[in-house]
């Protein structure tokens, strides 16, 4: 049953499908799980990851299907809410079908941002335990995180206090020697707090901490959650963490979480995060939630463990890249995909009319801001003019060697003529191409969606990555920036090219991933450069390193790890309601 989109807004068909939505003891039935295989937290539960895979560990995999988009307006094009339709166009079918996408952080959440659960009839449920926190998995990391800068000040100031005697006589420590000048690591907490971007611990007396500068991220940057979306089991969990730099000494030897012996407890802190926790659209096809948003100097997917457990579940598992093409599913090609071993067996490309006429020309497009009145009428001839990158991200997709299926995620405003332009453009460029209504009429309205989907599915691909593992970075980067983005030339600040160099030189770096860092916002490194421009050079300013994630981060632009918080946060809107206990106002940020 669809819900009347006009007359309710998300959070009032969220609450409203969540009157039948599957209890965790109704789940385990319904998937067919043992007893044990479930556990269960309130109104969701998370899956034994371990258990489930030693089960099911000889059946073959379902169908792989990963969900990207052409290069967004600042509203987003609606991927999340794609990726819920079309569980539910393939669930109206009497598929067998899940998937999973990334779980929100309560920075954007309490700030100015929804939650990327979808909308309308294609909804992630239960909302609010969705916006707030699940099972936990953010405060585990923040716990282990925030464990290893203890255990890093901690030491400081103890071979501060004592000298190399009496070092020498503490059986339990050697001195590391650690340089406070080269601190890798800052504390990190889940909302958005400028103010504590640069800070000063330690303040105070020799008792009270080792005094220098210091730093807070938002949780969901913490290279723990990059480790936990890439990790393959808790055996790998365990090694990656114990590989993180904290810090250098002296010297300009790494400082590792193994040296300062909290690799062990922060994996403890953090042993339940590898199960996946359950959801479900709102019309109850099951949606694991695992893995971090954030997409920039992380991979920005939904987990490997997800995916892998997905597979083995379902006959279609579908998931989400964060961002565009470009970016998302550059990242799920190159790198996600090269460490899971697992081949996708098509993508499905959302676009909108809305975004097409921005590239297309129209006029600027701002969060908060009412729509100018040409994305409201019908304007075609801006429209034929943005599907240029609407083939650029196709041609992204086929360089893969994967089936594109150009989904249009239709709005109530879109014109036939307009429609019929995106879908010769696709078309021409060698995709399928599919109208699909689920924002407002849920499965039904994604038929047309899922039945591309499912003849992509059929036909045979050949998946190829962009570059092998012994390409060395600049080689990458080059080829990347030439074949991805469509620039014409990459230029290296003097302090990337020595590092890149380094990093060059010495083989360990070439399993690393190339993790690039750029703005979502166009093709190129400029967020103001609509359409597909021509003719540009890319510029890498440094490279940050992530020795646990095994990821080097060429940056084409600043990034900050800790947003700040608006004049106007969402926080100021919640409360609850002390009759019944029912968290209300969250929902007004979508």
Not at 272 to 296: K, S
Not at 501 to 516: G, P
């Amino acid at each position: 049953m669809a819900y009347d989109v006009s007359k309710m807004a998300d959070w009032q068909i969220a609450e409203a499908a969540e009157e039948k939505m599957p209890t965790p003891d109704e789940w385990r039935t319904k998937l067919g799980l043992k007893k044990d295989e479930i556990l269960a937290y309130g109104k969701v539960a998370k899956l034994d990851f371990l258990k489930i895979m030693e089960r099911l560990k000889n059946k073959p995999d379902g169908k792989y299907i990963e969900v990207t988009a052409v290069t967004p307006t600042p509203l987003g094009e609606g991927k999340t809410t794609t990726t819920m339709g079309l569980m539910e166009g393939l669930g109206h079918q009497g598929e067998n079908v899940g998937g999973c996408i990334r779980q929100p952080s309560g920075g954007p959440t309490m700030n100015v941002k929804g939650t990327a659960a979808g909308g309308g009839n294609a909804i992630l449920i239960p909302h609010t335990e969705f916006y707030m926190g699940l099972t936990g998995d953010i405060n585990d990391i923040m716990n282990a995180h925030n464990l290893a800068m203890v255990a890093l000040t901690s030491r400081m100031q103890h071979e501060r206090n004592y000298d190399d005697e009496q070092l020498a006589r503490l059986s339990h420590m050697r001195r590391l020697d650690i340089d406070p000048n080269r601190i890798e690591m800052g504390w990190i907490m889940d909302f958005c707090a400028q103010s504590l971007r640069s800070i000063i611990i330690g303040m105070g007396g020799r008792m009270e901490g080792f005094l220098m500068q210091s730093k807070f991220g938002i949780a969901v940057s913490s290279e723990l959650m990059a480790i936990l979306s890439i990790v393959r089991d808790l055996a790998d969990l365990r090694k990656r963490l114990g590989e993180i730099t904290v810090a250098f000494d002296k010297k300009g030897k790494p400082i590792t979480t193994t040296d300062l012996e909290v690799a062990g407890a922060m994996t403890a802190w953090m042993r339940n995060t590898i199960n996946p926790t359950l959801c479900c659209t709102a019309e109850y096809q099951p949606c694991f939630v695992h893995a971090g948003p954030f997409a920039n100097i992380a991979v920005g997917q939904s987990s490997i463990i997800a995916d892998r457990i997905g597979l083995k579940m379902f006959d279609y598992h579908i998931t989400e890249s964060g961002f565009a093409s470009d970016i998302g599913f550059e990242k799920f090609w190159n790198v996600k995909c090269r460490y899971s071993g697992l081949k996708p067996n098509v993508s499905v490309l959302v676009a909108t009319v809305r975004s097409l006429k921005m590239h297309g020309g129209g006029p600027k497009v701002v969060a908060g801001v009412a729509l100018p009145d040409a994305y409201k009428k019908a304007a075609p001839e801006l429209v034929e003019k943005g599907c240029s990158n609407l083939v650029h991200h196709i041609n992204i997709i086929r360089a893969a060697g994967i089936n594109p299926v150009v989904c249009v995620n239709s709005f109530p405003t879109d014109t036939k003529e307009e429609v019929n332009i995106v879908r010769k453009a696709a078309e021409a460029a060698g995709a399928r191409c599919a109208v699909s209504t689920h924002y407002s009429t849920g499965g039904a309205g994604a038929l047309e969606l899922a039945d591309a989907v499912k003849e992509a599915c059929k036909q045979k691909n050949d998946f190829k990555f962009l570059y092998p593992n012994e390409m060395k970075l600049r080689e990458r980067v080059d080829k990347i920036a030439k074949v991805v983005y469509g620039a014409a030339s990459v230029s290296w600040s003097p302090e990337a090219e020595t590092k890149a160099k380094t990093f060059e030189a010495d083989k360990k770096y070439d399993e690393y991933a190339t993790m690039m860092v750029k703005t979502h916002l166009s093709l190129t490194h400029d967020p103001t450069i609509k359409g597909t421009p021509k003719g540009w050079t890319l510029p890498i300013r440094d490279i940050l390193i992530y020795s646990g994630a095994k990821f080097l981060c060429p940056m084409a632009g600043t990034i900050s790890l800790m947003p700040g918080t608006g004049s106007d946060p969402a926080f100021r809107k919640v409360d609850v309601d002390v009759k019944t206990g029912k968290v209300k106002g969250l929902h007004e940020v979508d």
